[in-house]
């Protein structure tokens, strides 16, 4: 009997099938060991020892495979086939060696790209040994994510209160999208005119041509600046004589797009499905891991976190034979198409993701899979056999059209494009995410050189350039790509942790910077620019590839990092806040304090008239204040208004009673109302604004209303005592002597009447126990893999999910109507790994000494794939030899 250690329990059983009796397969659950989330797991003093701890459902599992190896004829390594999974093989060997299950069994390495009975086998065929420079690439990078993580992140806190930490490559990948951001504050729209002619030919088919020259000059897109003279060639082309100058026809070939790779699967999934990279991640493991398919379960695509673009040879003998089966066979290319990966040190799994058996067709296998797996199911199998079809034959063709008025000669162009065979494109064509010019979709009509053409119509059109577009999650996983930033298998973590961290937000598609994000990276710029450079990450990465294909060595990689890192931290030590804030200012004053359309000062306090607004740092975070503080006690926001406005307070209007002034304003806590300025050592009026009222919708009745509570909603029949109305701190209510009764959501607190609040008090009385309504039953999602059901509801501070005593609140944009069996999961998983859940009690434990606070892991390093990781009782740290290789290093050589 041998041990098989796979990573996933649904692996296990699929390939335990394969393999038969003489084989018991084991899951490890993903990662085993990981560094502790405290200072000292990376020691650079001691060569960059590392220690490694194992949390304690891992630590069962281990143990569980290590009573099975002491019996076995054998240990076999079957992991994932990517770096990530190298390191899973080493962790778990390490492990048991240090728990002596091995004695003269021996281990083996084997890896498989597909979960189907062919690859298992025969990669069982073809064991080898652990590849100790792919574990040395995994070192470095995870002992790079932590001393980046765990030496920056406190500075951040100390220099920059309010910043949450930065990770070795998150970091980067904010600056992609603060920069744009810059680039859309910065850009200047510019005015230009186009002008096209709507004409006709002798047979009466029109079309569309653009004005391009004139006497001899060319006319490029921008040239046109002033409506003037855009009306000016319209009067001589209203006037003109039109006649065809040539007609070019030119044939053309349109290729099909590789097969794909994990990054182009995140960016055509976001783009044509809307999905996340990590929620796209999510569904292609399951696909990947297997379905049950008329009783059997089998893996329906290969392995998802890849830079390979090639197919093996018998998928592409299977693709080209159902193509000729469903298309016929001129949509077969004579040969096999063979691509070549463009991607920056690609080093992953090498076979691209594609369906393991192409003759599934998607309509086939979509009654097995939910709606997400379906469509990615579908997705990956389009693009699979799109890859092997024949190109597109196109004829593109350009008209010169010549307008002649008097002795003046203007030129005017037509382009177009006719598909005369579709080729692949009859099956698949890849998605973009900004719309481009559709000039050469056009289709023109015959014409030929010399021919009259007739005026239909001519239009001077205006237009304004526009800023570069924000970041989709699908374009920016394209920049980092071509930057050669982070890794495939990092895109979804990366762009995930970002909005954990609410340093970015997701709206509409479009990534938009977050003001604490854009202090943080402000902040990494003015201080650390060397480590948030484009050029030095990619080179960083090379160096890790160059690690991974045993060029280099990966200690003397950490120790060139290492010096040059630690001599920016010192520079810091003797930073002032200061300093901070004038470097802040320098950068984010444009942004914090945009130019007002009458041309008046930005920065002049709107309250005394006198002070300046200066960015500020405060408990909290970065905040507006003026510079006669303490006399001036005027403070908004960090940010301009939503449309880039002057300040954070509005003008409502007057109070007819006081004749102070009511405004909207922007506080730490959200937007509130008040009542004048206050004086004289006391606070102005104040009032909170409903959940769920848009602030901007508040007008000066409703402000007044709701500046005026508490308000009397009546007397008590019973007691004759008032009942109150007012608004807490959480949310409206009414109150009866020393009862108090929340309203219930859509329920008003300005018209609420005396009926409705004696009955929520009389509930509140009867049941006081509970809030104002019984507690959300929920909804069942689904199962959860370890068992049970997972159940969405609506609690006090908003929707979750929950399963065995964790409970997961719903990210943003999430909705329990909308959340997925997926998504569920993934929340549940890691409210789980990071703590969450029932509290056990515990025997009391002597007081220890107080210990100095550390960055948690999932906020100060750069994750590259979920992990096994559960809460429970700590066992003691494991330390890595620094003077020694990794024992799997030996058994390679």
Known sequence: ????????????????????????????????????????????????????????????????????????????????????????????????????????????????????????????????????????????????????????????????????????????????????????????????????????????????????????????????????????????????????????????????????????????????????????????????????????????????????????????????????????????????????????????????????????????????????????????????????MESAELERTTVEIEAKVGARKLDLRATGTVIQFDGFLALYQEGEDDAADDDESKRLPAMSSGEALAKREIKATQHFTEPPPRFSEASLVKRMEELGIGRPSTYASILQVLKDRSYVRLDKRRLY??????????????????????????????????????????????????????????????????????????????????????????????TCGTGRLNIKLGRFGAFVGCSNYPECKYTRTFSASDEGGDSGTKILGTDPESGLDVTLRSGRFGPYLQLGEGGDGEKPKRSSIPKGTDPQSVELEQALALLSLPREVGKHPEDGEPIMANIGRFGPYVQHIKTYANLDKGEDVLTIGLNRAVALIADKIANPGRGRQQADPGKPVGDHPSGGVITVKNGRYGPYVTHDGVNATLTAGKTPETITLDEAIALIDARAAAGGGKKKKAAPKKKAAPKAKAAKADDAVDGEKPKAKAPGKKKAPVKKAAAKKPAAKKAAK
């Open 513 to 606: 910077a977050e003001d604490k994000g854009r202090l943080v990276i402000a902040f990494l710029e003015s201080f650390f620019a060397r480590y948030v450079e484009y050029d030095f990450t990619a080179s960083l990465e090379e160096q890790l590839d160059r690690v991974s294909n045993n060029e280099l060595d990966w200690k003397q990689v950490l120790r060139d990092f290492w010096t040059n890192f630690t001599g920016a931290i010192d520079e810091t030590k003797e930073l002032r806040i200061t300093d901070v804030l004038n470097a802040l200012d320098e950068m984010l004053g444009p942004h914090v304090f945009p130019p007002k359309e009458d041309g008046s000062d930005p920065r002049l306090c709107p």
């Open 1 to 388: 009997m041998k041990v098989v250690v796979v990573e996933s329990p649904a692996k296990a059983k699929t390939i335990n099938k394969y393999l038969g009796s003489g084989y018991e397969v084991m899951a490890s659950f993903g990662h085993v060991r990981d560094l502790p989330a405290k200072d000292g797991s990376v020691d650079p003093e001691k060569d960059f020892a590392m220690l490694w701890e194992v949390d304690a459902k891992s630590n069962k599992r281990l143990s569980d495979i290590a009573n099975a190896v002491k019996n076995a004829d054998g240990l076999i390594l079957a992991t994932d086939p990517d770096r990530e999974g190298e390191a899973i093989s080493w962790h778990v060997l390490e492990v048991l060696r240090q728990k002596k299950a091995l004695k003269s069994q021996p281990v083996e390495r084997v890896v498989f790209n597909a979960i189907t009975k062919q690859s298992v086998t025969e990669a069982m065929k073809h064991p080898r040994q652990i590849d100790s420079a792919l574990v040395d690439a995994y070192l470095a990078r995870r002992a790079l994510d932590y001393l980046v993580g765990f030496t920056l992140s406190p500075v951040l806190w100390r220099k920059l209160p309010g910043a949450r930490s930065a990770g070795r490559v998150q970091s980067v990948a904010l600056r992609l999208v603060c920069d744009r951001e810059m680039d859309i504050e910065k850009f200047i729209a510019q005015e230009f005119w186009s002008l096209v002619a709507t004409l006709a030919t002798p047979r009466n088919d029109t079309f569309e041509a653009r004005l391009v020259g004139a006497d001899g000059k060319k006319i490029q897109r921008l040239d046109i600046g002033k409506g003037a003279e855009a009306q000016a060639f319209k009067r001589d082309l209203e006037s003109a004589q039109f006649r065809v100058a040539s007609v070019e026809a030119k044939p053309g070939r349109r290729n099909p797009p590789p097969p794909f790779t994990t990054s182009t699967l995140q960016q055509e999934a976001s783009r044509k499905l809307g999905l996340a990279p990590a929620q796209t991640m999510r569904v292609a493991q399951r696909l990947y891991e297997g379905t049950d398919i008329g009783g059997e379960t089998v893996g329906l695509i290969t392995y998802m976190r890849t830079d390979g673009v090639q197919m093996a040879d018998e998928a592409i003998q299977q693709a080209r034979s159902v193509i000729g089966q469903d298309y016929g066979a001129k949509y077969v290319p004579s040969a096999a198409r063979q691509y070549q990966t463009k991607a920056k040190n690609a080093q992953e799994a090498h076979e691209a993701i594609r369906p393991t058996d192409l003759s599934r067709r998607p309509k086939q296998v979509a009654k097995y899979l939910d709606a997400e797996q379906a469509k990615v199911y579908e997705l990956v199998w389009l693009r699979a056999m799109a890859s092997q």
